[in-house]
């Protein structure tokens, strides 16, 4: 284990100018969390810096380091991940594609690292995508596009702008949040707005529901949530904004978006022809790790992925 920190020390993290704390900036937490990764790929937790205390949850129960995704875990994709980190709070955050066993998952991961070591980690593994799922993250382009220091925003600013969007989910109201027009947001890798639902899929529905999904998936962030059709999502609670990269220009969140098994049905808003939706939601919460991209002040992209978890339970980090 020194061996291991002191080559951690040497290739991603710098020491102070007194020796005497370990200070770990952008490059450092990236560096950690790429041998997090690398070491989770081989299935084997010795060839990270992981504290030997270290606090382990996956799906919100805590287990020991080196059980739970890390028997099965196989390489992680790049070209389907996301990548924030946050000096300030000293912690990391991925979301992307993995194998486990050979099938693809979702991974959320946040670490936090302290004095070189890792301190913390939180897996939320979304299991069982369709396969359609994953080819849809390579599309996430935008989140890779650098954001200029002109075009960015404070830190207070960008939590504000994230706050404003779990508000605007909550009330079904997008004028809530400060969105781009041209917003993409994906969710459970797959592309949601102004993005066509494959036919495929279409033709299974029902009229009805044809005429509503059409119209929905043409429409961009802000004009989604004001249909009112995410209104079966009761509450964002607890929202945890977490991890802000202000370099990035990008802010992670893990919520826990809360289905308490009330709203089966929902009005529907904006959409020609739809006064109402179904939404058969049993009681129920996702455990979620939420992405906002922020530009010139206005969200250009939100990722979201999560677990499905029974309702009521709780994060593990409360």
Known sequence: MIRTLAALAAAFCLWTQGGAAFACDRACLVGVANTYLAALAARDPTRAPIASDAKFTENAARIRVG???WYGAGPSRWDLAIMAAD????????LGAIAENDVPVILILRLKVEDGRITEIEHRVERYLPPRAIAALTTAEIFKRPVPRRERVSRSEMVRIADAYFNALEQGDGSIAPFSPNCERYESAERTSNAPM??????????????????????????????????HINALDPRRILIVDEEASMVFSFPTFVHRGDIQTVEIRNVPGV???????????????????IRRGQIEGVQVSGARVPYGTKTGWE
């Not at 000096?87 to 991925?94: I, M, Y």
């Not at 899929?201 to 059709?229: K, P, V």
């Not at 939601?281 to 991209?293: M, N, V, Y």
């Open 275 to 293: 006064t109402s939706l179904n939404f058969p939601t049993p009681p129920s919460d996702t455990h979620a790790g939420e992405i906002f991209r």
């Open 67 to 69: 059980e739970g995704l």
């Open 198 to 231: 494959p036919e495929e899929r279409l033709a299974r529905m029902s009229e009805h529901d044809r005429t509503f999904w059409t119209a929905y998936r043409a429409m961009g962030c802000a004009d989604q949530i004001s249909t009112n059709a995410l209104r």
């Open 87 to 94: 000096p300030l709070n000293r912690q990391v955050g991925f």
